[in-house]
C-alpha cells in the first residue's frame, strides 16, 4: 500500500469492525478475533508510516474535496503520528484488557461496547491526522457521539446521569468550537493546520483574542481545563477499560490535541504572545494543574482520583503550549505518550483491584502489593512517573516542560510544576504503602492473564519511556519534531 | 419522446391518478405498481432531465406549442431539475412504505390514496416545473387539495386539524394569487421570464410591495413558516404515517422553492425583494428559536418533529435572507437534508406508533430492542436533525453558519448555535430512552420490527443521510451552485 | 373627468368592491365560531379575488372580446381584455373542489362530534 492511502486506511480499518461487529452479535469469540485483527491492523499502518515521518516526511493522505476552498484532507504530521501511535498501540492493550474485565465483570451489550470502542479509534486516529479544522470538528464530534455509549454502558441511573452531562459538556463545547472554527475559516479560507500558525496578521489582535478564548472553550472542556472538566469525574462510571483508554487517553488527549493545535499550527506562539493570550493560558493551565492536585487528595475512589490526577496531567499539556518554547512543546507532546502510557497502567491496575479484590476505594488495599505483585507495581511505576521521579516517562515531560518555562523566564511554573509533583506523591504514595507495606487481609489473587499482561507492558513502557524515550516509536523524536517545526514555522506570514 | 420529458414528468402521474381509483377496487396489487411505475418514472425522467440541463443549460418546453408569453411554459434549471429528483425520490420512498402500512390497516382504500398520492405529488412537480406564475397557483391548489384529502385519513382528529388547515391553506394561496394578480397589472404578463424582463421598465411602485407581500405571506403560510405555522403541528401529528412522511418532507420545501423562485429569479435583485428578504431574515431566526423551543417542550413525538421543521424552516429562509453565495448554498442544501430526513423521522414516528400504538416520548423506552434498524435509522437522522458530523445536517449547519459569519449576521449566528443546542436536548431525550435506558418490563416483548417493505424505505434515507454528507462535493458543484441565480453567483 | 367620477370610474369600484370582500372574508375566518361560516368566510375570501382579477380586465366603453370582423383589424381597446377571465373560471374550479373537500371533511366532522361549533369542538377534543 503506498503512503498516501495509509492515512485514510488507518482511519478506515476500525470503521470496517464496526460495520462488521453488529453481524456476530452472539459470537463472542468472533467479534473478539476482528477486534484484534483491528486493532493490530490499525497499528501496523500508523506504525509503518513511522521511518517517512522521522526522516522529515509529511505525508499527505486522501483529501474528500466539498466546495471550492474546503475539504475533508488527511495529513501525517510528527505530532499527528506520536499521538496516531499512542492512541493505536494502547488500544490493542485495551482490547485485551476488555476481554478479561468484561468476562470478569459479566458484562452486558459487550456487542455495542465492541463496536463504539472501534468507532472512537476511527475518530481519534482522525483527529490525529486531521490536515485542516474542519476535518478536525468532523472527527472529534464524531467522538463524542461514539464515546456516549460507552459512558453509559451500565446502564444505571448514575451511569445515565453521567451520560447526560457528558453530552451537555461536549456537545455544548462543540458548538462553541464550531462557532471558532467557522469563523477562522472565514478568516482565512481552507483553514488548514500550518506549523506556526496561519492566522498571523490575518484579523486584529481583538479579534483574534475572542476567536482564541472560543477555541480553548471548545477544546477545553474534553481538555478537562478547569472549569470546564465537570464531565470527566462524572464519567468514570464508565467501565475501567473506557475510563482507561477513553478518559485518559482519547478523549482527553483529543482535547489537548485539539489545544496544541489551536496554539500551534492555527494561531502560532507568536501570535499569542501578542495578544497577551499565552499568559491567561498558563495562568488558567497552572490554576488547573494544583487545583486538582488538591480535588484529587479528596477524592476517596481510586478512579475519581485518577480522573483528578488526569486532569493536573491534561493541563501539563496546555501549560507547556502556552509556554511555547521548543522544551516545553517537546515535553507537551511527549507527555501525551508519557501519560497515556503511565495513566493506562494506573486505571488497568485499578480495574484488576476492582474485579479481583472488589475494591474501588483507595483505603482498604492493605497488602494487595504482595498478592497482586504485578498489579500494584504497574500502578506504583505509573504513579511515580506522573510524580515525576526521574528514570520514569513522567520525569521526560516535566524536566522539558521545566527547562522550557526557565527558558522563557516564566520561573513560577517551576514551582507550580514542583508542587504539583508533592501533591502527586501526596495522594498516591498512601496507596502504595498501604499495599506493599500492610498486612494483607484475606484471600485476593491476581487477575488472568488478559488483564495482567496489558498492565504489565504499560507499567513497563513507563519505565522503559523514561530511562530511553526514543525506545519503540521514536516518541521524543517525533515530539522535538513537531515542536521545532511550529518554533521555526512562527512568525512566518503565509 | 425524450423531447417531451418535462411535461411527461408531471403528465404521467396525473394520468396515472385517474387510472388507478378503478383499478384499487379489485385489484390493490395492480393499483400500487401502477403508482409505483409512476414514480419511478418521474423519478428516472427527473434524473435525465436533470441531467440534460446541467449540462446544456436551462430547458424551456412550451406548452401545445404556444411561444411564451402567451402560452404556458415549463422552465427546468438546475434548481427545479433537482427539486423535481427530490420530490419525486421522496413520493417514491413514501408510496414504497405506505403499501405495507394500507396493506396492514385500511387495504380497501388502497387505490382512493394511491390516487389522491399521486395528484398531491402532480401538484407539486407541476410548481417546480413551471414558468408561469399562474400556472403556479393551479399546481399549489391541486397539491394542496390532494393533501387535504390524505391528510384527512387519519381519523377524526386529523379531519379537525385538516379543516383548519384547509382555510389557513386558502388563504395562503389566495394572498399568492392576489399578488400575482398585482405582478399582472403592472406587467401585464404571468410568465416569470417575461415578468422578470418587463419590471426592469416598470420601477418602483408601491404595487409592487404589495404584491411581493402578499405572495411572500402567502408562500410561507403554505410553508409553514413562524409564525405562519399554527396549522402545521395538529396535522403532522394526525395524519396517517405515509402521509406525514411525504408532506412534512416535500410540500414546505416546495413552497420554500416558491419563495426563493420568486424573490431571486422572478424578482432577483430588485429593492422589493431586497426588503422582502430583510423581512424573512428576521422572520427566519424567530421560527429557528421558536420552533426548537417548542419542539423541546412536546411529550407526542410527532408533535416534537412537526415543532422541530418549523425550526429547521428557519434555517432555511435565514440562508435565502443572508443570500451570499454560501449562505444559498446551505439553504438548498438544508433543504435537501431536512426533506429526506424529516421523511425518515416522521416514517419512524408513524410505524412506531402502528407496530406499539405508541407515539409518546415517554413510551420509546427500550424500542431500540424491539426495533433495532427503525430506531438506528431515526437515530442517524436525528442527528443529522441536530446538525452533527459525519451527516448530511452538519454540513448544511456548516454552510449556513459560515455564510452568516462572512454577512456578520450575528443574530443568525447565535440563533443556529442555540437552535442546534436545544435540539441536541431533544433528540438525545428520544435516542437516550429509546437505546440506554432498560426497563424490565420489556425485557420479554418481542422484536416489533417494522415489514421490509417499511424498512426499505427509512433505511434508504437513513444512509442517504450518511452518504449525501459526505459525498456531497458533485450534488454542490453541478446541481446547488449551478441553482443560485445568476444575480448571486 | 373630475376626481369623483374618477373614482367612481369602472375598475375602481371594483378594487374597493374587493377590499371589501376581502376583509368580510377574513374577518369571518378568524372570528366566526361555527365551522360552516367560516368556510362561507373563506368563498367570499376566493370571491374577492376573483372580483379583483376581472376588475383588472375591465376597460371603459369596451365590450365582450369577441371578434367578428377580422378585416379592419383589431382594435385592442375595443375589448375587455379575456385573460382574467380566463383564469378566473380556472380559480372558481379551485374554489368548488376546495369548497368539496372542505364540506367533506365537515360532514365528518359533524357525524363524529355532532357538532360543527368550534368551542364545543374544542372541548369534546380536549377530552
Known sequence: MDLASRPLAAVLVSLLAVVLLPLFDRRPTVRETITFTAAALKLALVASMLPAVLAGQVIEGATLPLVAGLSLHLRVDAFGLLFALTASSLWLLTSVYSLGYLRATASTHQTSYYVSFAACLSATVGIAFAANLLTFFVCYEVLTLATYPLVVHARTPE??????????????????????????????????????????????????????????????????????????????????????????????????????????????????????????????????????????LGEDNLKRRLAYSTIGQLSYIVLGAAVGSVAALTGAMFHFAGHGFMKIAMFFSAGALHTEAHRDGVRGLDGLGRQMPMTMTAFALGACGLAGVPLLAGFIAKWNLGVGALEAGHVVLVGVLVTSGLFNVAYFFPIIYDAFFKAPSGQVREAGWPMVFPLGVTGAAALCLGVAPDLGFHFFTLARLAAESIVAGGGVPQ | MSAHLPILIVVVPLVAALVVPLLGRRT??????????????????????????????????????????????????????GMMVLVSFLALAASTYAWSYLLATDPGRIGLFDSLYLLLVTGLLGIVATGDLFNLYVFLEISAIAAYALLAMGGDRATVATFRYLLIGTVGSSCYLLGTGYFYALTGTLNMADLTERLSGVGESPAMAVGIGLIVVGLAIKAAVFPFHGWQPDVYTYAPPPVTGFVAAAMTKVSAYAIFRVLYFVLGGTPVAASALVFLGGVGVLAILAGSWLALAQTDIRRMLAYSSVGQMGYIVLGFSIGSPIALVGALFHVLNHAVMKSCLFLVAGGVRWRTGFSSVASFVGMGRRMPLSMLAFAVAAVSMVGLPPTVGFFSKWYLLLGAFEARAWPGVAALVVSSGLSAVYFFRVLERTFVVSDDRLVATESRELPAGMLGPVLVLAAAGLLLGLFQQPLITHVIQRALPATVS | MGEMAELLSIGTVQYLQAAALLLVGLYGIVARRHLLRKLMAMNILQVAVIVFFIALSAKSGATVPVVVDEAGGIDVAAYVNPLPHALMLTAIVVSVSTTGVALALLIRIRRRYGTLSETALLDKLRE
Open chain 1, 159 to 296: 451511569a445515565l446521569g453521567a451520560g447526560r452531562r457528558y453530552l451537555v459538556y461536549t456537545l455544548g463545547a462543540g458548538q462553541v468550537l464550531l462557532v471558532a472554527i467557522v469563523w477562522a475559516q472565514s478568516i482565512a479560507p481552507g483553514a488548514e493546520f500550518t506549523p506556526g500558525g496561519f492566522l498571523a496578521g490575518r484579523a486584529s489582535t481583538a479579534t483574534l483574542g475572542i476567536l482564541f478564548a472560543l477555541f480553548i472553550a471548545g477544546c477545553g472542556v474534553k481538555a478537562a481545563i478547569m472549569p470546564l472538566h465537570g464531565w470527566l469525574p462524572a464519567a468514570m462510571v464508565a467501565p475501567t477499560p473506557v475510563s482507561a483508554l477513553l478518559h485518559a487517553v482519547a478523549v482527553v488527549k483529543a482535547g489537548a490535541f485539539g489545544v496544541v493545535r489551536i496554539v500551534g499550527y492555527v494561531f502560532g506562539v507568536d501570535t499569542l504572545r501578542a495578544t497577551g493570550a499565552d499568559i491567561a493560558l498558563m495562568l488558567i493551565a497552572a490554576a488547573t494543574i494544583l487545583v486538582a492536585s488538591v480535588r484529587a
Open chain 2, 28 to 81: 390493490p396489487g395492480v393499483a400500487h405498481a401502477v403508482t409505483l411505475a409512476a414514480l419511478i418514472f418521474a423519478l428516472v425522467a427527473s434524473g435525465l432531465v436533470l441531467a440534460r440541463v446541467v449540462v446544456d443549460g436551462v430547458w424551456r418546453y412550451q406548452l401545445g406549442g404556444w411561444a411564451p408569453p402567451w402560452g404556458i411554459e415549463y422552465v427546468v434549471d438546475p434548481l427545479s431539475g
